[in-house]
């Protein structure tokens, strides 16, 4: 599985950004996607996660302000972020997870958001 993301940049806090992240390769059995991001000097934490039949789940940093989606043919996963602090600058990294279990990643993308 190989993960290509884009949409980050530089907004100024309260503003938006959307990111992409389309899956190829042997996506059929994929059963979740999702966001992760790690600022300077911290772990990386997920954002937010989708699975197979639609559900998602967010961390409580973003919630209300964040959502994640899928397209039609499950391949491309968004984040559309609104609403965004400079607490939310970090490196955003795309993960996807077969049924197996084996994960994935994306190269990030730096999401930074100034005051």
């Known amino acids: 599985v190989q993960l290509q993301a884009s949409g980050g940049g530089l907004v100024q806090a309260g503003g938006s950004l959307r990111l992409s992240c389309a899956a190829s390769?042997?996506?059929?059995?994929?059963?979740?996607m999702g966001w992760y991001r790690q600022a300077p000097g911290k772990q990386r934490d997920l954002v937010a996660v989708?699975?197979?039949?639609?559900?998602?789940n967010y961390a409580g940093a973003v919630r209300g302000r964040f959502t994640i989606s899928r397209d039609n043919a499950g391949n491309t996963v968004y984040l559309q972020m609104n609403s965004l602090k400079p607490e939310d600058t970090a490196v955003y990294y795309c993960?996807?997870?077969?049924?197996?279990?084996?994960?994935?990643w994306g190269k990030g993308t730096q999401v930074t958001v100034s005051s």
């Open positions: 993960n996807a997870v077969r049924d197996n279990g084996m994960a994935y």
């Open positions: 390769g042997s996506i059929s059995d994929i059963r979740a």
């Open positions: 989708i699975v197979v039949g639609g559900s998602a």
